[in-house]
């Protein structure tokens, strides 16, 4: 039995031992109705236990922190592995039949940076897979990384996503993705903020992930689930821009972002923008669900939070999907929270997320409420909430919105600062300030979208129905 399928077992046993609990309604949107989700969120299957042939013996020091796989599709997937091999082989194998069936293997590889970057095709839909990399004379081996391909682009399946954001260092050995590692979910979105760090070089930015990726928590949720990531600023730095920008923002050399894209890149697998240079990008699970995933940090102005052309093309994405369920997902929060949020004389906070753009925001979420079947997702403000997208008449009042996270940062408590402020609290349906992640559960035979907010040690804080379609 093998080190990597062992930890799957275990964990798909963990999850099934994990009591859900709690059920709630929202009060009604327009399109929504209110009901309680279910509890759970195991997906079928369980990966085979017996390995296939595989090459070489598990070597921690030339392949360290195991592999991660990204950006599940129906035939395919993202991997990145570490390694001081001058050169690797992919091995993979497929589960059918309660066996794995070897893959042709893939290779060689040339690590660049000390990382591999493979995308991955020719697999089969809705199906696990599990992966090494292996030494070119197949003596060593990483941990193996199992994961599940997306459903076929013409199927429709009960979808599970878990979410978080802001991996700080208030709890630096990250529990709360243990908890999300014993979830046997489609996939777990990281919103940004994966690592906080000082760095201004290549160097300093690879150090900085290196550490990430050797957190036990977070390399086992990696190894077990396909990450879906995008970032925010502090894989940067804290409030950067490129250029002029608006208050708050802090500009840095066009080559030091250079630098931390390629180390965000390198470390954390994702497809390549739709664009074929940018980070923003979609992902569908069948018929179910897709992911439009944008990037609120690396096209700013003085008065865009995005390009025109990212713009368009969410707008664009949104109309044409074939989904049931439609996730937008931004770093930073669409949400309007008026000045509520604000310190008292300094309302520079509405600029560091899409409320400080009104133009864009009302486009994007003009499209949100024509489209039936949308939900908002973001990070970066270190609580979780579930929450009004827009004010009462205002675009977007039809629309909820869930605050993911943080994971590691020190949680804020909002409903206390609202209290301490005189600020209303209306806009907020639920507010917590522990760390947590979002479970989505998106099902199509029921036509519901529920989100449960769920603590570290599997708890569940809070749930509720957020779209029947
Ligand atoms: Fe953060």
């Known amino acids: 039995m093998d080190d990597g399928l062992t930890r799957r077992t275990l ?16 009060e009604d949107p327009p399109g929504t109705l209110p009901g309680a989700p279910p509890g759970g969120c195991c997906a079928p299957g369980t990966p085979p236990t017996e390995p296939w042939a595989l090459s070489g013996l598990l070597d921690e020091v030339a392949f360290p922190s195991g ?68 030494s070119m004379d197949g003596l060593r081996r990483s941990a193996l990384g199992t994961y ?14 878990g979410a978080t954001s802001c991996l700080g260092n208030a ?37 900085a992930y290196t550490t990430l990726l050797a957190r036990d928590s977070f390399r086992a949720l990696a190894t077990a689930t396909p990450l879906v990531v995008m970032w925010d600023d502090h894989e940067v730095a804290d409030n950067w821009i490129v250029g002029p920008g608006p208050p708050g923002q802090i500009p840095i050399p066009s080559a030091q972002l250079r630098a931390a894209r390629i180390a965000f890149c390198e470390a954390l697998p994702q497809r390549i923008g739709a664009d074929g240079v940018g980070l923003w990008r979609s992902l569908r699970f069948g018929r179910t669900l897709e992911l439009i995933l944008l990037d609120a940090r690396a096209e700013r102005t003085e008065t865009s939070i995005v390009s025109t052309a990212q713009l368009g093309w969410a707008i664009e994405t949104l109309r044409a999907s074939t989904c049931r369920f ?31 753009y009104p133009e864009q925001r009302s486009a994007l979420l003009a499209a949100c409420e024509e489209v039936p079947g949308v939900a ?23 629309l909820w919105g869930v605050a993911a996270g943080p994971a590691g ?14 600020h209303p609290a209306d806009a907020y349906d639920v507010l917590i300030d522990t760390y947590s992640y979002a479970r989505f559960r998106a099902d199509p035979g029921a036509g519901e979208l529920t989100v ?18």
């Not at 001058?86 to 293997?105: H, M, T």
């Not at 973001?378 to 039809?398: C, F, K, L, N, T």
């Open 67 to 134: 592999l991660r796989g990204g950006d599940p599709g129906p035939d395919g997937l993202v991997l990145s592995g570490r390694t001081l091999e001058p050169g690797v082989v992919l091995s993979g194998a497929a589960a059918r039949g309660g066996r794995w069936v070897a893959l042709p293997g893939r290779g060689p590889l040339v690590p660049v940076g000390g990382f591999v970057r493979i995308e991955v095709d020719g697999l089969e839909p809705d199906t696990e897979h599990a992966f090494a990399l292996v």
């Open 376 to 398: 908002i997702i973001s990070g970066d403000m270190h609580y979780g909430g579930i929450q009004r997208v827009g004010a009462p008449g205002e675009v977007g009042a039809g």
């Open 171 to 207: 709890e630096p050995t990250l529990p709360l993705l243990w908890a999300a590692a014993a979830d046997d979910l489609d996939a777990f979105l990281i919103l940004g903020d994966a690592i906080y760090t000082q760095a201004t070089t290549l160097s300093g930015y690879r150090g």
């Open 409 to 422: 940062s020190r949680p804020w408590d909002l409903a206390g600062w609202l209290a301490e402020q005189g």
């Open 452 to 469: 449960e907010l769920v603590d570290a040690a599997g708890r569940v804080l809070a749930a509720r129905t957020l779209l029947r379609v």
């Open 326 to 356: 439609k996730l937008v997902v931004t770093g930073v929060h669409l949400t309007d929270h008026a000045l509520r949020l604000s310190f008292p004389n300094n309302t520079d906070d509405t600029w560091d997320r899409w409320q400080g």
């Open 11 to 26: 964990l798909a046993g963990l999850c099934s031992a994990i009591a859900c609990e709690g059920s709630g309604a929202l």
């Open 148 to 161: 599940r391909t997306a459903p076929a682009p013409d199927t429709e399946r009960v979808v599970c996503l």
